[in-house]
């Protein structure tokens, strides 16, 4: 039995949506875990290609292979102890790591969604999709790139209780990526957040995380405006100039530029940016908004 999973990358925060808005991007990890008929060797349990391959564990301390084992233990005890030795996981990786797409939430969303769909095969109980969210909000600390992983295009969450709303995006069809070749780990860029924040800043936030709603369903004009941000990025500009120094540029050229999650990727949301403003050390990509979030099937 084989469960197949293709999981997208996800740009949290949109601007003014910290830890509460994310869109799901056409920029896919490909992974295929494998019940075999007796115990694997558990120090070789993963291959991995692409992204991390040279640095990712091959034992079962891969975060994906860890999610289904937790996951397993956890939401199918009857069945764990007699599948979990006998697992073993290919990754093709294209999201790039700590760069702001996302990529541990997908890896995440992966594990949950494997172990889910392995649950359901050998107890016949479904996890819901509002579950897997609970459960990989828990693991990464905030909803923003789990939502829209799951349930895909622009996704709007409350952390408490976890919830999560899907907007309809009526406006553009793909987004523009700036990804850089330096990382920045996004534990270390949420240590740069203070715990208070001015009372007018939070009003102006909250006006502007409104209008990016409006902006993505109805009139993409309003988009330049509505992300404007003061909750976050200025607090990490230190953390990563280059990129905020990318989005002034980008920004000063009237396009709604916005640091990616917790960066160093600029998203810019539009097609397409002129080749003259692509800073030196940025790659530009555009990716289409995937509509679906994460999809699996089993081969039997
Ligand atoms: N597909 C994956 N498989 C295994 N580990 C992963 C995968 N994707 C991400 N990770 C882990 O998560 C780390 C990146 O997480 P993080 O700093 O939150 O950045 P990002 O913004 O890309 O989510 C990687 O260095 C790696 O340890
Ligand atoms: N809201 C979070 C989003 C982190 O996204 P990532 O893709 O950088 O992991 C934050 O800004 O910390």
Redesign the pocket.
């Known amino acids: 039995m084989r469960v197949r999973l293709e999981v997208p990358a996800t740009s949290a925060n949109l601007g003014p949506g910290y830890d509460s808005y994310g869109l799901a991007l056409d920029i896919v990890?490909t992974l295929s875990l494998t019940v075999h008929d007796a115990a694997v060797d558990p120090h070789r349990c993963v291959e991995?290609t692409g992204?991390?391959a040279e640095?990712?564990p091959r034992d079962g301390s891969?975060?994906?292979m860890r999610i289904i084992g937790e996951v397993l233990d956890s939401e199918f005890p009857a069945v764990a102890a007699e599948l979990r030795p006998r697992l073993s996981l290919e990754?093709d990786?294209r999201?790039?790591?700590?760069?702001?797409?996302?990529?541990?939430?997908?890896?995440v969303v992966?594990g949950i969604g494997l172990a889910a769909e392995l649950g359901a095969w050998s107890t016949g109980v479904e996890l819901s999709r509002d579950r897997i969210l609970e459960i990989a909000t828990a693991v990464e600390g905030h909803p923003d790139?789990a939502a829209p992983a799951i349930f895909g295009g622009l996704t709007v969450s409350l952390s408490e209780p976890v919830k999560s709303w899907q907007v309809p995006v009526r406006t553009i069809e793909a987004v523009t990526v700036l990804v850089p070749s330096f990382?920045?780990?996004?534990?270390v860029a949420r240590g740069l957040i203070p715990a208070g924040i001015d009372h007018a800043i939070a009003a102006d936030n909250s006006a502007r995380a409104g209008l990016l709603v409006h902006g993505m369903s109805n009139d993409s004009q309003v988009l330049y405006e509505a992300t404007r941000d003061q909750l976050h990025q200025e607090f990490r500009r230190g953390a990563y100039p280059e990129s905020m120094a990318l989005v002034d540029a980008l920004r000063a050229d009237g396009l709604p530029a916005v640091v990616s999650?917790?960066g160093p990727t600029v998203l810019v949301l539009a097609e397409a940016v002129p080749d003259a403003l692509v800073a030196e050390g940025f790659v530009a990509q555009r990716t289409a908004i995937d509509l679906g979030g994460y999809r699996v099937s089993r081969e039997i």
């Open positions: 990890d991995v992204e991390g640095v990712l891969h975060l994906i990754c990786n999201i790039p790591h700590s760069r702001g797409l996302g990529s541990s939430a997908a890896a992966a790139n990382r920045l780990d996004t534990e999650g917790a």
